[in-house]
C-alpha cells in the first residue's frame, strides 16, 4: 500500500468581479427605504446629494444654453 499524499489547503475560486459597479441612488434609496427613514443622520446625507446632483444638472443645463 502506498502513502496518502498530504493535500495542500484547498483555495476557492474568486468570484467575477465586474468593476466597481455602484448601484444608482434611487436604486440605494430603495433597498434600504427602511433603514434610511430610522435614521436621520442618512435621510441628510441623502438630502444633500440629490442637491448636488440638482445643482450639478442645473449647471449642465445652464452652460449649453
Known amino acids: 500500500m502506498g502513502v496518502k499524499k498530504e493535500k495542500g489547503r484547498k483555495r476557492f475560486r474568486k468570484r467575477k468581479t465586474y468593476g466597481n459597479q455602484i448601484l444608482p441612488l434611487e436604486l440605494l434609496i430603495e433597498k434600504n427605504k427602511r433603514e434610511i427613514i430610522n435614521s436621520a443622520e442618512l435621510m441628510e446625507e441623502i438630502y444633500m446629494k440629490i442637491d448636488e446632483k440638482h445643482t450639478q444638472c442645473v ?5 449649453t444654453r
Open 59 to 63: 449647471t449642465k443645463y445652464k452652460k
